[in-house]
């Protein structure tokens, strides 16, 4: 019997954001009689994906090193678990700040794979943004495979260093266009008829949610039955900050803030029209998954043009004023044939089980060092 092949992705955490989906969606479509997941998390508390990963198979380790600020204690601990299952052949991290410290517990405690994988673009402009940026500068001294889930994301991780594109691939028989979703999430959601501009992502500086809600505003005095719907969860005082501005605005009998689900496709097809003004992104799932739902989008032009992968795309610049992302969000076509976003998703290579056939046999060709 061959030996299974595991492979440990070091995470925050697995709640429910974009690099977590992400890894679950290739995660849900191996052969996991020849590879399996193991995840190492950096804080104590339980994720949103823990049960589907034990129910999968997978094995969760926890060394909350973010909260206990022990690096010595975490590279102790990484070199005895790897020694402990020499199953782990490949350690894949998504953690820029804490890799230097995670690959260098890795080389000595022997692991030959080493994937570093750059998911974003920029950092917070705080000082503990600065900190991990400051960090992230040793991520990947000693990775020898580099990831990127965007051109623009591995030139910022990594500069002049050469590395791959990985896809954020995701389902899209899941993500396509539902009419009766969209039917029964509205009548959740307490609409009928009304304009419903969404959001999914999770509260942080990145989102921008205050100009989403400056955008709402203006929306609102184009088309006064408009919702706003903000999906996610993320930072407690970024999330409470944007409630209390929605409440200065006057629009909190206009604004839903629903729990995070494990059905987001159901929201993309309830929503007619989808707002993503980041400051800074890798490649976000959530723009593909709308995409796919045939919605039409509005993303910043601080988002890498890969994410254009359908005609449902547009684009945005931060220096334009909210009334002017109001309008083009309210000229979005209502009459367009929505089951298109799938079919121009997948031609643009984003179909999950495609993409990860392609991912686990590099996984077990150890990229080429096995």
Known sequence: MTEIMHVLHSVPDMNAGGLENFIMNVYRNVDRSRIQFDFLQHHSYDSFFDHEIRSLGGRIYRYPVVENKNVLGYQRYIKSLLRQHPEIRVVHSHMSSLSFAFFAAAKSGGCAVRICHSHSTSHDRSLKGWTKYALSRFAAKD?????????????????????????????????????????????????????????????????????????????????????????????????????????????????????????????????????????FEGLPLTGVEAQCSGLPCFFSDSITPELNVSRFATYLSLSDSATNWAAHVCAAPACVDRALGRQEVEAAGYEAVAGSKVLVEKYLDGFGMF
């Open 143 to 279: 990775a020898n495979v580099l990831l990127a889930c965007s051109t623009e994301a591995g030139r910022y991780l990594f500069g002049s260093r050469e590395f791959q594109v990985q896809r954020n691939v995701i389902d899209t028989t899941r993500f396509a266009f539902d009419a009766v979703a969209r039917r029964e999430t509205r009548r959740q959601l307490g609409v009928s008829e009304e304009f419903v501009v969404g959001h999914i992502g999770r509260f942080s500086y990145a989102k921008n949610h205050s100009f989403i809600v400056q955008i709402f505003e203006k929306v609102r005095q184009m088309r006064p039955e408009a919702r706003l719907v903000l999906v996610g969860d993320g930072e407690p005082e970024v999330k409470e900050s944007v409630k209390a501005l929605v409440h200065d605005r006057g629009l909190d009998g206009a604004v839903v803030f629903p729990e995070v689900t494990d059905s987001p496709e159901h929201f993309y097809s309830a929503f007619d029209a989808f707002l993503f003004p980041s400051l």
